[in-house]
């Protein structure tokens, strides 16, 4: 299977994502948490397509239905990540694709259909943006860069501790930011826009494809406590150029 293929497809889902009216139609999946037209026929066209590309690989999708993780090798789609931002028209929503094999993520594609920048790697082969190999920043120490956080929306109830690690990482680098979209932030951080980023909470959907991007191009993603990542398993992420990590770690 050619990644360009899978790239194609990617892409042609931009016109969902420019569909207001889909953009309206909201269900309410839990607090805070929300679905949207343009999350499920995202979805269902990539699902589809990309069964017909390659038949025997399988699907998990974040939206209801395709939950299943089954087989060696299957796709893990984030069909909007950032759906909180779609709907309020805030622009900063990705598609995210992974596709797990055997235990890893072998190729990962970050789509930001706003901004026409299409990210991703292949196990072994580099990370990319636009076609343009991409690495993570030089940064050094905190006090040279900028850290993006993930709130954890869902988890309110770990509000105080992670506005804690804010405040302590904040003291240290030179700003944080706050895009939305864990998917983004983990392509921002590959390509050395962050120094790092990191979240308390988040979904195989939502890492999967950016964890392999962040390696690729030279960076370290971990659990918080620095133990490996099996990407099948929810959890905390801390993605960083490598350098930034030990001190990121002792401030979480
Ligand atoms: C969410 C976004 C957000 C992050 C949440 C994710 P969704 O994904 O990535 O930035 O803070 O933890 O769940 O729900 O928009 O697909
Ligand atoms: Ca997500
Ligand atoms: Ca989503």
Redesign the pocket.
């Known amino acids: 299977m050619d990644i360009r293929d899978v790239m194609d497809l990617v892409r042609q889902a931009k016109v969902f994502v420019q569909n207001r009216d889909m953009a309206e139609h909201i269900k309410v999946k839990g607090p805070a948490?929300y679905v949207t037209q343009v999350d499920t026929n995202i979805q269902n066209f990539l699902s589809e397509k990309l069964h017909e590309l390659a038949p025997d690989i399988q699907f998990l999708g974040?939206e209801e239905g395709l939950h299943a993780m089954s087989g060696d090798t299957f796709w893990i789609l984030?069909p909007?990540?950032?759906?909180?931002?779609l709907i309020h028209d805030y622009q900063h929503?990705t598609i995210s694709l992974g596709l797990y094999d055997k235990g890893e993520i072998v190729m990962g594609i970050i789509y930001d259909p706003f901004r026409e920048e299409i990210f991703h790697a292949e196990k072994g082969k580099g990370s990319f943006r636009n076609g343009e190999p991409i690495h993570v920043a030089a940064a050094e120490t905190l006090g040279d860069t900028i850290i993006s956080i993930?709130?954890?929306?869902?988890q309110k109830e770990l509000a105080h501790e992670n506005f804690q690690k804010f405040e302590r990482i904040f003291t240290k680098c030179q700003d944080i930011r706050r895009?939305?979209?864990?998917?983004m932030?983990l392509a921002y951080a590959a390509c050395g826009r962050t120094g790092g980023f990191f979240?308390a909470?988040?979904?195989p959907?939502?890492f999967a494809a950016g964890m392999l991007l962040v390696e690729e191009a030279g960076g370290k993603v971990t659990r918080f406590d620095g133990s490996r990542i099996n990407p099948t398993e929810p959890g905390e992420i801390l993605a960083t150029n490598g350098k930034l990590h030990e001190e990121l770690q002792r401030l979480l």
């Open positions: 948490d974040e984030d909007i990540d950032g759906t909180t931002n929503s993930g709130t954890a929306p869902y895009t939305g979209s864990a998917a932030d979240e909470r988040l979904q959907w939502d």
